[in-house]
């Protein structure tokens, strides 16, 4: 599975971006999916997960703000960001995988990050 994440820019605090992760290769829907990112010198930390069938896992710090979602017609998965704040500034990263393995952070397939930065 190729994974490639877009969506990523600059946007001021409060602001809104929508992240996607488009697949090919294999059909999206046989996987699990999350949405990592990684602020400079930090190490990459889980945001949010979405199960094959729907199912969602989002870390503390961006609940009720951030949305994970798929489409498996399109292949695709998204993460709708609002009321993003400058800790929110990091390169994001998509992942396939198992549940269990993508919120320990162990995804089987990883695509390229997206710079998202939001200023004060």
């Known amino acids: 599975v190729q994974l490639q994440a877009s969506g990523g820019g600059l946007v001021q605090a409060g602001g809104s971006l929508r992240l996607s992760c488009a697949a090919s290769g294999r059909p999206l829907s046989n996987y699990d999916m999350g949405w990592y990112r990684q602020a400079p010198g930090t190490q990459r930390k889980l945001v949010a997960v979405?199960?094959?069938?729907?199912?969602?896992n989002y870390v503390d710090s961006v609940k009720g703000r951030f949305t994970i979602s798929r489409d498996n017609a399109k292949n695709t998965l998204y993460l709708q960001m609002n009321n993003l704040q400058p800790e929110d500034t990091a390169v994001y990263y998509c992942?396939?995988?198992?549940?269990?393995?993508?919120?320990?952070?162990?995804?089987?397939?990883w695509g390229a990050g997206t710079q998202v930065t939001v200023s004060s």
């Open positions: 992942s396939a995988g198992f549940f269990a393995a993508l919120l320990g952070g162990d995804g089987t397939y």
């Open positions: 979405i199960s094959s069938g729907g199912s969602t």
